[in-house]
């Protein structure tokens, strides 16, 4: 029977180099205060052994563990997950973080973390203590949670806020969400368009307030009241179903709904009621998860860009650090793709 070939480990390099673990550490870390001779040594045995560094021999460099941690809500996650609907916020989380993670020879660890545990403090701290990570990465609700935040900074670890403008530590970062709930109602209102409704999400996100005053501009840029129009929802399917019922009861003929779960209910409240989408009503949605492209009609809706805000998230965590700073909140725009759902009011709404 074939043996099973050991793994070139740390100590083998600093043996065939003749140097310290601390030498080799510092060369895989690329330390200033090593030596050039001491690093082309350390570097000629690492190339001949074929040796890759591991997280456990860049830490014994110093206190970087080179693990960037990304937490997302507990709760709504697997509920995503178990009903199997499309949602693709971690897959682009994971892509955008994990790939700049690996450019710099980090690594990312996901956790979920209930915003709304009485034990949240306990929970996350437990974690800390296990990965000891560089960074935290906080997304919607955990973003704007004092708790979460507080802790994070007596502890004395730089975290990103994705989603989250309040005061506070942390780097924070943006998608453009009054800007994109501007253009979508614009979109309707350039069609013709004058009862536009809105289904604002759950009042914990601080981007469902963002998505509501783009609404509310737009419509007073063009002179349109905006009395019976505001539902809100909590991001479900049936809470799209019954705000959307509302709406087309106040005579809405367009709905911008803020996220896709919901918009798709009113387009099944549309139908319901024996209605067209998009010939009676228009609808449009935020996140551009990937059942919204294959439903019928394919959805209007505003992308976020998901992968590339978590991916500058990480870079400004690994910047931080190196040591270098940056405080100014970032805004990664989200963009309206126009697609089957929308259409020009008939004249007989």
Known sequence: MARRRQSVTIKHVAADAGVSLQTVSRVINKEPNVRPEMMERVQAS?????????????????????????????????ADWRKREGSDWIDQMLLGGMLTCAEHGYRMIFELVDTHSDHIERELSAALAALQPDGVILTPPHSHNPLITGLLERAGIAFARIGSLKPGGGFRLTMGDEVASRDATMHLAGMGHRRIGFIAGPDDYELSAWRIEGWRWAMEAVGLGIDDLLTAGDFSYASGTAAAAQLLDAGATAIVASNDQMALAAVAEVRRRGRDVPGDISVVSFDDTPVVRFHHPPLTAVSQPIAEVTSRAVGLLIADANGETNIAPVEVKAQLVPRGSTGPLRSSN
Not at 48 to 61: D, E
Not at 69 to 74: G, Q, V
């Open 46 to 78: 690492i190339a001949k052994l074929g040796y890759v560094p591991s997280i456990a021999a860049q830490r014994m460099g110093g206190s970087r563990s080179y693990l960037i941690l990304a937490l997302n809500d507990r709760e709504r996650t697997i």
